[in-house]
């Protein structure tokens, strides 16, 4: 198997060597952007499986980076792993209006974050289902061609929205913990941060409009896709 890259945009000398150091220890191609501008250039040309991305960047800040890679069809399924200094800027920068994957706060753990890198490449490989194609309450969700759709409009998901809905519109009716959920979108074992998933479902639920309702809240437990009757 190929190797797999990661684009590394940060501004910060010794973030960009601890990681790239032990990154290419753990076999990754490792590419480096020290501002905003670089790193979308660098994103364009190496085309990464992932991106980790600094919040507070020069040029062009992380979250304009993030929006301008989620815009391009070229680069719009690249996951990006962001790092954010405070952890209240977390709604945003899950949130719809973003798109990123998943977060890490500084200062980080070395080994926590390589193990989130690792989960979110792992998902995207994950292949665990038979059906490509759930079609469940005006919602149509289209796994092979990474499309969905509600009452026959296209949607603009993350990759992990996508795989939530996937995960809830196959089993009508069953309550997901979050624990799973996040685990489904993830990869195994994984640490888990419950609230990840709620800030992913909000936004899935606003991007659902008027059928924002087949998402039901568990309490105490997580979530489900409303049942058919
Ligand atoms: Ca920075």
Known sequence: MAKQTILIIED??????????????????????????????????ALPDLVILDLMLPVIDGLDVCRQLRSDPKTQDIRILMLTARSEEVDEIVGFSMGADDYVTKPFKLKPLIHRVKALLRRASVDEQSRDVVSVQGIEVDRLNHVAKVDGRELQLTPTEFQLLW???????????????LNRCRGEDTPSFERTIDVHIRSLRQKLEHRSRVIETVRGVGYRFQSKD
């Open 12 to 45: 910060e000398p010794s973030i960009v060597d601890v990681l790239t150091y032990n990154l290419t220890k753990e076999g990754f191609d490792v590419v480096v952007a020290a501002d905003g501008q670089e790193g979308l250039r660098r994103a364009q040309t």
């Open 167 to 181: 995960t809830l519109a196959q089993q009508p009716g069953r309550a997901f913990p979050r624990n799973e959920l």
